[in-house]
């Protein structure tokens, strides 16, 4: 009962989130990432309907916010990256070669790096990060 009313409170909170008029800004964009993730709305329609449920949880997150990549790059996402909600935005359309606002407008791989951030410099590369770019 209890993992129920947590899906249940999840799915709220992302209807919710994407129904507000006008686009969402990067922390809500990330909030909704996280309650479309937890929510798991879509779990068992891929045999039913042959589209599997994160290319429907990336449409959900792409058709309710401008920023996908501003997401990715946001200062919280940064310094403390959600792997699952980043790799969302990625399968929404971010750009993983997007500038971000720190060390001299560096590229959001540059800055993981830097950062020691492991496993997003790895789903960056996964998604086809330019490793040459300057930064």
């Not at 909030?31 to 429907?56: M, N, R």
Request: charged letters at 15%.
């Amino acid at each position: 009962m209890h993992v129920f009313l947590c899906r249940s409170g999840h799915a709220l909170m992302a209807f919710m989130l994407s129904r507000q008029e006008g686009k969402l800004n990067r922390q809500q964009t990330m909030e909704l990432g996280h309650h479309i993730l937890k929510a798991h709305i879509f779990k068992g329609l891929s045999k039913k309907t042959g589209v599997s449920s994160s290319v429907l949880q990336a449409l959900w997150i792409s058709c309710s916010t401008d920023g996908l990549s501003a997401a990715l790059v946001s200062l919280r996402n940064l310094y403390t990256p959600n792997v699952k909600v980043s790799r969302l935005l990625m399968l929404g359309g971010a750009n993983v070669n997007y500038r971000t606002e720190v060390l001299n407008n560096a590229p959001v791989l540059c800055v993981q790096a830097h950062l020691g951030h492991q496993e997003t410099v790895s789903l960056l590369l996964e998604f086809g990060a330019n490793v040459d770019v300057v930064s």
